[in-house]
């Protein structure tokens, strides 16, 4: 069946220093891709998303860039902060929506 | 505004019984709301998909029986656990597409956490 891998599972990074995770999908019909933060015991929060007719898109400290030939996609987060520490999903819309296994982000003080 | 609702946040209950949780989308109509269910530092398991005024369609492996979903109107969507066992302990959380957003992007309710003793 159709698949969303993502890595790395999970990711410590510095205060201040920017955390990059990736997404492949397998279904070459999806057109559409979400990224979700979930905080401990919280609902899924969408934070960017992005479509495929654009190679990347950028809302403030976060941005995602999409790869449709090589099937990739990934989230870069810039000047980390405690705040960022949450669990990431990145998701990819074909027929359904199929979403990855997340990461977790640990941010150092 | 794209609020959904759950209710309840969580509920314990014994084996045996049936446990109903409402999905509801506060300020927008959600012609197709999702079920999901998440395990422990794991993903969200699609377990269905419900369309207002028909039936729902389940994800392979989902027992439509176990997990009966009715979408009754287009704020409202309930999934209920239908005589409940321990393995069916979890997070079951529902989303809503706003036709704001072109139907694409998914909003979450807040969960609902099930113990089944």
């Known amino acids: 069946g159709e698949n969303v891998e993502q890595h790395p599972s999970t990711l410590s990074v510095q205060e201040g220093d920017s955390a990059v995770i990736k997404c492949t999908y397998s279904?070459?019909?999806?057109?559409?891709f979400p990224w979700y933060k979930q905080e401990l015991g919280k609902r899924p929060q969408l934070i960017i998303d992005i479509r495929s007719n654009v190679g990347e898109k950028k809302d403030q400290r976060i941005a995602v860039t999409l790869n449709k030939t090589a099937k990739h996609f990934s989230l870069h987060i810039t000047e980390t902060q405690p705040e960022d520490s949450a669990v990431y999903f990145c998701?990819?819309?074909?027929?359904?929506?199929?979403f990855g296994k997340g990461t977790r982000l640990h941010i150092l003080p | 505004g794209a609020v959904v609702s759950q209710h309840p946040s969580w509920v314990i209950c014994k084996s045996g019984t049936s446990v109903k949780i409402e999905c509801r989308s506060l300020?927008?109509?959600?012609?197709?709301m999702f079920w999901y269910r998440q395990f422990p530092k794991q993903s969200l398991m699609l377990m269905a998909t419900?369309?207002?005024?028909?039936?729902?369609?389940?994800e392979q492996g989902v027992e439509k029986d176990k997990f009966l979903i009715n979408h009754a109107s287009l704020t409202l969507s309930t999934l209920t656990v239908t005589s409940a066992h321990p393995e069916d302990s979890s997070f079951y959380i529902c989303?809503?597409?706003?036709?704001?957003?072109?139907?694409?992007?998914?909003?979450f309710g807040p969960g609902t956490r099930l113990l089944v003793l």
């Open positions: 419900s369309n207002e005024g028909s039936k729902a369609t389940y």
């Open positions: 279904d070459s019909a999806s057109n559409y």
């Open positions: 300020d927008f109509q959600a012609t197709t």
């Open positions: 989303s809503a597409s706003s036709p704001r957003s072109n139907q694409e992007t998914q909003y």
């Open positions: 998701a990819a819309r074909g027929d359904k929506i199929i």
